[in-house]
């Protein structure tokens, strides 16, 4: 049944309807990751290398086995399966044995009675480290004789795009070299799960992320179990923005909990959260830009180089969709892009939001706002002038066939009105209440300046590349009370704060013309509903 063949069910899409999630939230009662729970379970806790690139001699666990309330200390040899997982490639060891790659790697895991006994366990390991050069800056990872982060080199990819004649002549050039940095996600809630044993030997985890199946897909071989032995149940996500796609605590947590036959917390304090997840990758962006007097693109040439840390993670979707996105939304008839992801000795960085768009976007705008003062065109007109639509064609060759409303979206925001140019008329409002604010609101806004920027960025849907970022669902269809027909959606997407538990509700009403809808939380017994985000 669907809205073509019956009445349209209330609180359909398209409708303000209460989150599922929000009086629970706001009452202070929703359970997040860092609130999970289980009679008779042990704390675990993480020992981690202060060094960017270290030899590992050997590590002495005699202290920490035999500290008060600990039931387990375990290094890299206690993995039971693969030793390393990854995101898109499989080089992050679970544990650390021969080297330290960045400062913060794992090398030991402990599980103890509480938190505190855990981490003084922690801090009985005795480490005898080889301190070894880093390689901190991403473009000293391209020079001859600087030292591998990883045996077969520092280039994690390159990527090169030719478009038309990237030789061809304009009458106008602009030029610029544009640095981005590293930036964290900093999602209110860090990261936990609660891995609890089962009796059919398998393990069952209970942890805030953003993939249920890619996680079960790297965690089952690291544990040396079937996927169906290892059942993965949403915990409440207290934000994610990327941070949450790749694997944490997850193995770790399995691995005591497997190894111990108790149920196994672990949660991360501010400070090993930033250890212990990706970040936005840092960039170095040359740009040259050239046009014709009238304003018109006639070729942009780009090299981009980013920073992908130790390990790979998602780092080569990044630079893919860098170098893909690096001409901007707008027609460019030729076009030569260079980009390069490197590994260094720096934390690994991943998915955050708009990974790989956004620090193509900061330069080519840039370049943009260049290129209208040389031309003394409008920034705006210029970016009308050049706009891509339906059937334009990107430098990679791909034709864009759907729809492309970059004119009509530049246009409807330049009619927004703007701030006031008034200066007293500013003066007369309180600071905080101005854009922007005041930062920590520690004065009165006497050295903020203020001003008026326009950008437009744009990127790919899903997950890059052509990836099948496919998602499915379970829907089940009853006679409740009354006999009145009820509907039941089970759905592995992560509700990460976006409302994706609201929104399938309202899908299923919309569809099946049925208001009483009940949804389960998200697990793997269904199919794989991709990345949330």
Same mark, same amino acid.
């Given at each position: 049944?669907?809205?073509?063949?019956?009445?349209?069910?209330?609180?359909?899409?398209?409708?303000?309807?209460?989150?599922?999630?929000?009086?629970?939230?706001?009452?202070?009662?929703?359970? +997040?990751?860092?609130?999970? /729970?289980?009679?008779?379970?042990?704390?675990?806790?993480?020992?981690?290398?202060? =060094?960017? =690139?270290?030899?590992?001699?050997?590590?002495?666990?005699? #202290? $920490?086995?035999?500290?008060?309330?600990?039931?387990?200390?375990?290094?890299?040899?206690?993995?039971?399966?693969?030793?390393?997982?990854?995101? #898109?490639?499989?080089?992050?060891?679970?544990?650390?044995?021969?080297?330290?790659?960045?400062?913060?790697?794992?090398?030991?895991?402990?599980?103890?009675?509480?938190?505190?006994?855990?981490?003084?366990?922690?801090?009985?390991?005795?480490?005898?480290?080889?301190?070894?050069?880093?390689?901190?800056?991403?473009?000293?990872?391209?020079?001859?004789?600087?030292? @591998?982060?990883?045996? &077969?080199?520092?280039?994690?990819? @390159?990527?090169?795009?030719?478009?038309?004649?990237?030789?061809?002549?304009?009458?106008? /050039?602009?030029?610029?070299?544009?640095?981005?940095?590293? *930036?964290?996600?900093?999602?209110?809630?860090?990261?936990?799960?609660?891995?609890?044993?089962?009796?059919?030997?398998?393990?069952?985890?209970?942890?805030?992320?953003? /993939?249920?199946?890619?996680?079960?897909?790297?965690? $089952?071989?690291? &544990?040396?179990?079937?996927?169906?032995?290892?059942?993965?149940?949403?915990?409440?996500?207290?934000?994610?923005?990327?941070?949450? #796609?790749?694997?944490?605590?997850?193995?770790?947590?399995?691995?005591?909990?497997? +190894?111990?036959?108790?149920?196994?917390?672990?949660?991360?304090?501010?400070?090993?959260?930033?250890?212990? @997840?990706?970040?936005?990758?840092?960039?170095?962006? /040359?740009?040259?830009?050239?046009?014709?007097?009238?304003?018109?693109?006639?070729?942009?040439?780009?090299?981009?180089?980013?920073?992908?840390?130790?390990? $790979?993670?998602?780092?080569?979707?990044?630079?893919?969709?860098?170098?893909?996105?690096?001409?901007?939304?707008?027609?460019?008839?030729?076009?030569?892009?260079?980009?390069?992801?490197?590994?260094?000795?720096?934390?690994?960085?991943?998915?955050?939001?708009?990974?790989?768009?956004?620090?193509?976007?900061?330069?080519?705008?840039? *370049?943009?706002?260049?290129? $209208?003062?040389?031309?003394?065109?409008?920034?705006?007109?210029?970016?009308?002038?050049?706009?891509?639509?339906?059937?334009?064609?990107?430098?990679?060759?791909?034709?864009?066939?759907?729809?492309?409303?970059?004119?009509?979206?530049?246009?409807?925001?330049?009619?927004?009105?703007?701030?006031?140019?008034?200066?007293?008329?500013?003066?007369?409002?309180?600071?905080?209440?101005?854009?922007?604010?005041?930062?920590?609101?520690?004065?009165?806004?006497?050295?903020?300046?203020?001003?008026?920027?326009?950008?437009?960025?744009?990127?790919?849907?899903?997950?890059?590349?052509?990836?099948?970022?496919?998602?499915?669902?379970?829907?089940?269809?009853?006679?409740?009370?009354?006999?009145?027909?009820?509907?039941?959606?089970?759905?592995?997407?992560?509700?990460?704060?976006?409302?994706? @538990?609201?929104?399938?509700?309202?899908?299923?009403?919309?569809?099946?013309?049925?208001?009483?809808?009940?949804?389960?939380?998200?697990?793997?017994?269904?199919?794989?509903?991709?990345?949330?985000?």
């Amino acid at each position: 049944m669907s809205r073509r063949t019956a009445e349209r069910a209330r609180l359909g899409v398209g409708e303000s309807v209460r989150r599922i999630d929000g009086v629970p939230k706001v009452k202070g009662s929703f359970a +997040y990751g860092s609130d999970l /729970w289980h009679e008779d379970m042990l704390w675990g806790h993480t020992l981690r290398s202060p =060094h960017a =690139h270290a030899r590992i001699r050997s590590i002495d666990v005699a #202290e $920490a086995v035999a500290s008060p309330g600990v039931h387990a200390v375990l290094l890299a040899g206690d993995v039971p399966g693969k030793k390393t997982y990854g995101l #898109e490639f499989a080089d992050q060891p679970v544990l650390a044995w021969d080297r330290a790659r960045y400062q913060g790697e794992p090398l030991a895991i402990v599980a103890a009675e509480d938190p505190e006994l855990a981490r003084r366990a922690v801090a009985r390991i005795a480490v005898d480290y080889e301190v070894l050069p880093a390689v901190t800056d991403m473009e000293a990872a391209l020079e001859p004789g600087a030292p @591998h982060v990883q045996e &077969l080199g520092n280039v994690l990819r @390159h990527v090169r795009i030719v478009h038309g004649d990237p030789d061809a002549e304009a009458v106008v /050039w602009v030029e610029g070299y544009y640095e981005t940095g590293m *930036q964290d996600q900093a999602p209110l809630g860090p990261e936990a799960g609660l891995a609890i044993p089962a009796e059919d030997g398998g393990v069952d985890l209970h942890v805030s992320t953003q /993939w249920l199946h890619v996680d079960r897909q790297q965690i $089952a071989p690291c &544990l040396g179990l079937p996927e169906h032995k290892v059942r993965l149940y949403l915990a409440g996500v207290g934000g994610a923005f990327g941070a949450r #796609e790749d694997v944490h605590m997850q193995i770790h947590a399995c691995m005591l909990a497997l +190894y111990t036959g108790r149920p196994v917390k672990m949660s991360y304090g501010r400070e090993e959260s930033f250890y212990g @997840h990706v970040h936005r990758h840092p960039s170095r962006i /040359w740009m040259r830009h050239g046009a014709t007097r009238d304003g018109k693109l006639v070729t942009v040439r780009a090299r981009l180089l980013v920073d992908g840390g130790a390990y $790979a993670s998602s780092s080569s979707a990044v630079i893919g969709n860098a170098s893909t996105f690096a001409c901007g939304p707008y027609e460019v008839p030729n076009a030569l892009i260079e980009g390069t992801c490197v590994y260094t000795n720096n934390p690994p960085c991943g998915a955050m939001r708009g990974f790989g768009a956004v620090q193509a976007c900061f330069a080519y705008e840039a *370049q943009m706002d260049k290129l $209208a003062k040389a031309l003394a065109i409008d920034p705006v007109e210029l970016r009308v002038m050049n706009a891509m639509s339906t059937g334009s064609i990107m430098p990679t060759g791909q034709v864009v066939k759907g729809s492309a409303p970059v004119r009509e979206v530049i246009e409807r925001c330049a009619t927004i009105p703007m701030p006031s140019e008034d200066p007293d008329g500013d003066r007369r409002r309180d600071p905080i209440s101005l854009p922007g604010g005041v930062a920590g609101n520690v004065g009165r806004g006497e050295s903020i300046r203020r001003g008026v920027g326009f950008a437009v960025g744009y990127k790919n849907i899903a997950y890059s590349e052509g990836f099948d970022d496919s998602s499915e669902a379970r829907v089940t269809l009853s006679r409740g009370a009354g006999g009145r027909p009820v509907a039941e959606v089970h759905c592995a997407a992560a509700e990460v704060g976006q409302g994706v @538990h609201t929104i399938l509700g309202q899908i299923a009403r919309e569809e099946l013309g049925v208001e009483d809808v009940i949804v389960h939380p998200s697990d793997t017994f269904v199919g794989s509903a991709g990345s949330s985000s």
